[in-house]
């Protein structure tokens, strides 16, 4: 496999390593060995059962985060492999990108945020690095999964410059205006192609958009005209899934053909030419971009901001504060590793723990919880 990498992808050879030193594995890459320790993870079997943007017993169709997160890696691993890239780590920079999620997608996220106001906030994505970096609890040497530092790179997406200072290697880049590596840059941009496709479908089934809507964006009607001419008959639920792999197809054609471009122009001769660049080269065309960009925010209009205004919304909201004021008030709420961690920690450091210990229940659980306490 290794023999195939381009010189701009991840190498192990060039790499900045682990936080703590262990022996190389036997029979695996150092990648493949951080993707096997991310699905070894207890946070990534939860993904399961959290919501993306349906609450998980809404519908057993709808996407979770857990099968949100391997379309990402099955989009990004695509793309990996026709350029050249590290396959392995792309998947596991893939696979570790939503491990932060709270219960509850945005809705449970915002109020975890609110609820975290006084005390430096809460964000999703420094989180999923959180759990793979100190919350995970599974080897007897470390805390976290001790994962390679472009795994980690890849998994801290954005990052404010006082959290970066905090952060220490992993933060750098955003104090120094520096990207991560190329695979780092696909599996954010694998990300929000999954959503944006999924959604649709999940939207359609929803009943909260229709063809006619989805018709306006350019994205989707060209190909619905190419579909529609050589399958007049089609019935809708089939047209809707012939259109949208056809629209999978075409942005991620036009990303490999763009950033193929992009990396011939560059002439980057490692990863470290990638990180110091000045800007990313795993892009889309200005015209897809834009489409996506597009169909993104009629997504945005469509299904997010009405599921803001659902009564489950509501129920989620207050749920999750209920929650923080509950575990906040009496430590011991909380299972024993967490409430003695929290025991040693002034306010904000409990809240901190409160806030991890949330985070990382899935939505059923929550709920149940939340009937324990107030029972
Ligand atoms: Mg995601």
Do not use: W
């Amino acid at each position: 496999m290794c023999s195939d990498l381009a010189i701009y992808a991840a190498q192990e050879s060039q790499s900045r390593g682990r936080r703590y030193d262990e022996p190389a594995p036997a029979y695996r890459g150092e990648y493949q060995r951080d993707r096997d320790r991310i699905i070894h993870s207890t946070a990534f079997r939860r993904l399961v059962y959290k919501t993306q943007v349906f609450v998980n017993h809404e519908g057993d169709l709808y996407r979770t985060r857990l099968t949100h997160s391997l379309e990402v890696s099955q989009i990004a691993r695509t793309v990996a492999v026709a350029l050249h890239l590290n396959e392995a780590l792309t998947e596991a920079i893939s696979l570790a990108h939503d491990l932060g999620h709270t219960p509850f997608g945005h809705a449970g996220q915002d109020t975890l945020n609110e609820c975290m106001r006084d005390f430096g906030g809460f964000e999703h994505n420094l989180q999923s690095l959180r759990v793979v970096d100190q919350l995970e609890t599974k080897y007897a040497d470390f805390a976290g999964l001790n994962l390679m530092f472009e795994t980690r790179e890849g998994i801290l997406k954005h990052c404010s410059k006082r959290n970066a200072r905090e952060l220490g290697d992993v933060g750098e880049r955003f104090l120094n205006r520096e990207q991560a590596g190329l695979e780092g840059q696909l599996a954010n941009i694998a990300d929000a192609i999954a959503y944006n496709n999924h959604d649709i479908d999940d939207g359609y089934r929803a009943g909260l958009i229709t063809i006619e809507q989805l018709r306006e964006q350019r994205l989707f009607e060209d190909q619905y005209r190419k579909v529609r001419e050589r399958y007049p008959e089609l019935e809708d639920r089939r047209l809707i899934y012939e259109i949208i792999r056809r629209m999978i197809g075409t942005v991620v054609t036009d990303l490999i053909e763009n950033t193929r471009d992009n990396l011939e122009r560059h002439k980057p001769a490692s990863i470290d030419d990638v990180r110091k660049a000045g800007t990313a080269m795993v892009t889309m065309s200005d015209d897809i971009f834009a489409q996506h960009r597009s169909l993104k925010n009629f997504l945005h209009k469509h299904l997010y901001s009405h599921e803001q205004k659902l009564a489950m919304t509501k129920k989620v909201q207050a749920m999750v504060s209920d929650l923080f004021a509950a575990f906040t008030s009496n430590i011991d709420l909380m299972p024993a590793q967490f409430a003695s961690a929290a025991a040693r920690l002034d306010e904000a450091g409990r809240a901190r723990i409160v806030a991890d210990y949330i985070a990382g229940m899935t939505d059923r659980f929550a709920i149940a919880e939340h009937e324990r306490l107030e029972a």
